[in-house]
């Protein structure tokens, strides 16, 4: 059982460029959150999925996009990067579904991006 | 909007003291989880609690809620090295919200 994994673990991008951020997880869990780490600020929620199918905003979207591609998938779009954008990265799922979600998270290792 | 605040930022501790962590919301949850992250590691999660009032152990941990479901704590008795790592609180309301976290660290 891998739980939740992450690819890549790190990533160097220059303003402008863009890159996905892809999660898996094997735990049939319904619902799949990408957050974002900085220092002193802890995690904040960039967008989330509440059920293969839908997908949310979080606190911190904008620059992003994400596609929920099946149950166990969830992926993380830059399109244009910025250096605002450099940042420790976590995926997580839960098992409970509808509405906002959340429950008992399980993360991944994290992806670190830089983005020069 | 909904604030989570935690303190303190940075707990060091000799070992074999005790540790407390607060996190303070600005709106009544409806419950709070609290994480723990290794150096260069990822959060894992090590509670929730949802009633007012409500207290569990795990150990030396010690978790509180308080009664208007606004305020919880952290408490380790004792605290060893393997305790080191950045402590959060994430409490939900409409949605959920992390706290900034308190890195703890003690020396042998």
């Known amino acids: 059982n891998a739980g939740v994994t992450q690819t890549p673990k790190f990533q160097v991008l220059k303003t402008g460029q863009s890159m996905t951020l892809q999660c898996a997880q094997d735990?049939?869990?319904?619902?799949m959150y990408w957050y974002r780490q900085d220092p002193g600020m802890g995690l904040r929620l960039i967008y989330y999925?509440?059920?293969?199918?839908?997908?949310d905003k979080g606190e911190v979207p904008n620059g992003y996009n994400v596609s929920r591609l099946n149950k166990r998938e969830f992926s993380l779009r830059l399109e244009s990067a910025a250096p605002s954008q450099t940042s420790v990265y976590f995926c997580a799922s839960s098992a409970q579904s509808g509405g906002r979600a959340i429950g008992e998270l399980f993360f991944g290792e994290g992806s670190r991006l830089t983005v020069l | 909007g909904q604030q989570v605040m935690q303190i303190p930022q940075y707990q060091h501790v000799q070992e074999g003291e005790d540790f407390t962590t607060y996190c303070n919301s600005s709106?009544?949850?409806?419950?709070i989880q609290w994480y723990k992250q290794r150096p260069g590691g990822h959060p894992v999660f090590l509670i929730q609690l949802v009633k007012s009032g409500e207290v569990k152990k795990q150990k030396r941990l010690t978790f509180q809620f308080g009664e208007a479901k606004k305020n919880s704590s952290l408490h380790i008795t004792a605290t060893q090295t393997t305790d080191v790592g950045t402590y959060f609180c994430?409490?939900?309301?409409?949605?959920?919200?992390f706290g900034a976290g308190t890195r703890l660290t003690v020396k042998p």
């Open positions: 709106t009544t949850l409806s419950n």
């Open positions: 735990m049939n869990h319904n619902s």
């Open positions: 999925s509440a059920s293969e199918g839908t997908t």
């Open positions: 994430a409490g939900k309301n409409n949605d959920m919200r």
